[in-house]
């Protein structure tokens, strides 16, 4: 973390079970009864679970695929009144849409948070998996008074373990510690003392070089797929890191209808921009595309027949 | 379970991160804002830690040492018209007074259940430590739509595994699984994985077997102790099984005090029964005294340095 800019004391790092549990301690030690939360239009579905319990009022706001969260819309809610109890977002290789921040826009939505004293929820759990360019300052590098950071090793070493953590402002400390303890009294001092062990044998560095290369190849895989089969009606961005790619479909073309005739006609899936709205019809033409699991050539094969279901669409209208 | 009437489909099983989990999402699932809780007087405080983030309302009523909890009070509050969102007990060597409901009560407070339509968590982790006597079924096998029953590896196994699970009504199935999936996805895959070559090399009863028997020899110690080195003035029960011996001093005494000092004066500690309390003053002078980590013949010496710290306090008065 300290390479990123992610300075901390010892006591203000809360180990979770996994980076779940730390949206959902965050969003427990976070909302009142009432309060509402700032999420982008698109979002990822395990902080909105984390945060539905609560039922929140959710003020959303536009996001890109190339340029990540809408900072001057958020500035405009803001300077308008509005008071959310926090603010989430990915800014590296978002999910779902793999975009990655700017340094000047993490500096500009550090600031944001400084001057209205909201907590901004910085999710980080790709940061790690950068193919291309220079790992960049984490959005807490440039205030860690409002920037809460929340870490994860599930996607470097194994989600199985269900270890993550989060980097605490000193004024949350307690709160947080008093829901980590009602949610589980601890983490598993067995995942724990694995993952002890892993990182204290220096094997995360090599273990990381296997795992960039892998996926830079997979996504490099895809690209040249959507490139060569996907029809030019289609826009799809080139992720610098992370696990998907989103690609956006003519707004005739409803993305969750085209999954259902995409698994019955040629066995292929994706998930839907749908399943990550916060606000109705938000990625509706959408599809996430995760190049993380499976081999280059399969990869070209599945977006061939992706491309065979979204033609026949087309055709048809 | 079987043995002890807890019999359900796979599907009614959620596994959970520890039984603390189990407590927190049960909590989560069952109470609505405004909502109450009835427990015991003095009762384990992890529950009330789980319950007290949805700060509500609680309704106390007595429990005793021998006999557990006051169920002719249950029915005179349901009578009465209170509708809390749960009862919450542990009828097996009950944390913090070590009681153990009898058949007759758990058939009486699975009737009240049911005749009430009141959830009832049975909070399970030490029936399997039982040094006494035959086992008793289980409250869940007097009713199965309104027992939730909330196992537990941690006192059997190992508490640094974090698994534990519920057995859920039919009803509360999905209400449950959404709160689970929220709070941390998936209960660790190696920890279950673990647990499974454990279970499944057949070491779970030979283990039990060493576990009842050194415990046992623990109590004893304690229970002789006791008889050895306090004050006729005391009261103290005689668990059947589990880890606490309950101790209630003279009314003057406040154990919490009695504490400091005998940290202090003597290097010994327990927990006062006022860490315990769900009303004003419950336990204040009664101290929950383990047999868990210590020999038989520390036992004995840390009993009777505590006597002489009493002593001195009494002999003050």
């Known amino acids: 973390m300290a390479e990123r800019g992610v300075s901390c004391s010892a006591d203000q790092i809360v180990i979770t079970t996994g980076a779940q549990q730390g949206l959902d301690i965050l969003a427990r030690a976070l909302l009142e ?3 509402g939360v700032l999420m982008e239009e698109v979002s990822y579905t395990g902080a909105a679970q984390a945060i539905a319990a609560h039922r929140p009022r959710v003020w959303s706001v536009p996001t890109c695929a190339r340029a990540g969260i809408d900072i001057d819309a958020v500035e405009v809610l803001l300077e308008g009144g509005v008071r959310p109890a926090f603010l989430y977002t990915v800014p590296d290789f978002h999910n779902p849409t793999g975009s990655c921040l700017t340094e000047a826009s993490r500096r ?10 909201l907590p901004l929820i910085e999710d980080d759990p790709y940061s790690a998996l950068r193919f291309d360019g220079e790992a960049l300052p ?8 409002w920037v809460i950071y929340v ?4 996607k470097i070493v194994a989600p199985a373990l ?8 000193q004024g949350l400390r307690e709160a947080v510690s008093i829901v980590k303890e009602a949610s589980d009294l601890e983490t598993s001092a067995l995942t724990q003392r694995v993952l002890e062990r892993f990182l204290s044998s220096n094997a995360l560095e090599p273990h990381l070089e296997r795992l960039r290369h ?10 040249d797929a959507l490139e060569r089969h996907f029809p030019s009606c289609t826009r799809w961005n080139r992720p610098l890191g992370g696990l998907f790619v989103w690609v956006e479909l003519p707004p005739s073309i409803r993305a969750d209808r085209l999954l259902a005739e995409a698994v019955d006609e040629e066995g292929v899936a994706f998930i839907p921009g749908s399943a990550f709205a916060t606000t109705r019809d938000a990625g509706a033409s959408a599809m996430r595309l995760s190049f993380a699991t499976c081999e280059p050539a399969e990869i070209d094969e599945a977006v061939r027949r992706l491309a065979r279901v979204l033609k ?5 209208e």
């Open 162 to 169: 269900r270890v993550g953590w989060i980097v605490v402002p």
């Open 108 to 117: 500009r939505l550090a600031d944001l948070a400084g001057r209205f004293e």
């Open 33 to 35: 009864p009432g309060g």
């Open 312 to 316: 026949g669409r087309l055709r048809d």
């Open 151 to 154: 870490g994860s090793f599930s």
């Open 214 to 223: 892998s996926y830079r190849e997979r996504r490099d895989a895809m690209l």
């Open 138 to 145: 984490a959005v807490r590098a440039f205030d860690d008074r």
